[in-house]
């Protein structure tokens, strides 16, 4: 089974306007609320593309359960360890430009951590798990370390999409595959890096640290794999973006679904990039039948 992990979801609240005056009353021409949080994303696209996970995390009040009944509808099962206090909302405002507001997170206690881990303990051999998104303030930044290393001691498949300290520190604990965007990949190792071409060495470097697959993203502009036996980069299918949530939890769903359908790595890097753009260009999230469709554009070379 195919378990996603959002440890810091949130209720996304999209709001639409003229222009926005600061000081002022404004009024919304246009709103939309959805559940919010990478892993819920992962979940949500493996379903299109016909796979069951389930999705796992923290969830708390009102807006907790507004999250477990919206992901539910989509006949996604959820293991969500209830927490005191409520899931946070993030208010997305586009008007003449874009402007977000994060709530702030719940405090996770030791013992929600606990509850969550006693579900983790029970899985093995078999099973993915999807490590996904930031981390709230109450945890401490080693957590997806700790998660990782356990789960791949219990034979599990672990899938890390995060940045910044959580992702520097979860390499020692050899995760199967990461996914940074090139920004996330400098921001780790400390380099410039604008192309897949100049990714190679540091991707190469955070091989040998014992990760599996290293996947780097660089949004419209290509995508890189690295594995200990090769290493290849891909095109991006060409479109009119509509969309920017969710482009890479995409990209990690189409990895996971192409593994789990027992594709080769060329093919899984294609369908992988096929489903980030498929979701880039939708305005909601990607579906099987135009990932199937972007995959023709997007060709795989080896370059080592
Ligand atoms: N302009 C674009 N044209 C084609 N495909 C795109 C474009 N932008 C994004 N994508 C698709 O989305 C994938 C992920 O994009 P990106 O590198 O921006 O990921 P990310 O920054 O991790 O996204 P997220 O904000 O969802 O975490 C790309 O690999 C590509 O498949
Ligand atoms: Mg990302």
């Given at each position: 089974m195919i378990y996603t992990v959002t440890l810091n979801p949130a209720v996304d609240y999209f709001v639409t306007l003229d222009s926005l005056h600061f000081g002022e009353v404004n009024r919304a021409k246009k709103e939309h609320k959805a559940?919010?949080?990478?892993?819920?994303?992962?979940?949500?696209v493996l379903k299109r593309l016909g796979h069951e996970s389930e999705a796992v995390g923290f969830i708390g009040g009102f807006t907790g359960g507004y999250i477990k009944d919206a992901v539910e509808a989509?006949?996604?099962?959820?293991?969500?360890v209830t927490v005191d206090g409520d899931t946070r909302i993030n208010v997305k405002?586009?008007?003449?430009?874009?402007?977000e507001l994060n709530g702030t997170s719940p405090v996770i206690t030791a013992d929600n951590v606990r509850d969550l881990e006693a579900f983790l303990q029970r899985l093995g051999k078999g099973d993915a798990v999807v490590l996904a998104g930031s981390l709230p303030?109450?945890?401490?930044?080693?957590?997806?370390?700790?998660?990782?290393?356990?789960?791949?001691?219990?034979g599990v498949a672990v899938y890390v999409d995060t940045s910044g300290v959580p992702l520097k520190d979860v390499l020692s604990a050899k995760p199967s595959f990461i996914k940074p965007n090139h920004r996330e990949l400098a921001e780790l190792v400390g380099a410039d890096i604008h192309t897949p071409a100049e990714a190679v060495p540091y991707a190469k470097e955070l091989l040998e640290t014992g990760i599996e697959n290293v996947l780097v993203s660089f949004a419209g502009g290509g995508a890189l794999l690295s594995t200990r036996e090769r290493t290849m980069v891909a095109n991006t299918p060409k479109g009119v973006v509509k969309n920017s949530v969710g482009a890479g939890d995409s990209v990690v769903a189409g990895f996971v679904c192409a593994n789990a359908e027992g594709m080769d790595l060329p093919e899984a890097f294609r369908f992988a990039v096929a489903s980030g753009s498929a979701t880039a260009f939708s305005t909601g999230f990607a579906d099987r039948e135009r990932v199937e469709e972007l995959k023709q554009q997007v060709s795989v070379t080896y370059i080592d």
């Open positions: 559940p919010g949080g990478k892993g819920i994303n992962v979940s949500r989509e006949s996604i099962r959820t293991h969500f405002m586009k008007a003449e430009s874009e402007t303030p109450s945890l401490d930044k080693t957590i997806y370390t700790r998660w990782t290393k356990r789960l791949r001691e219990q």
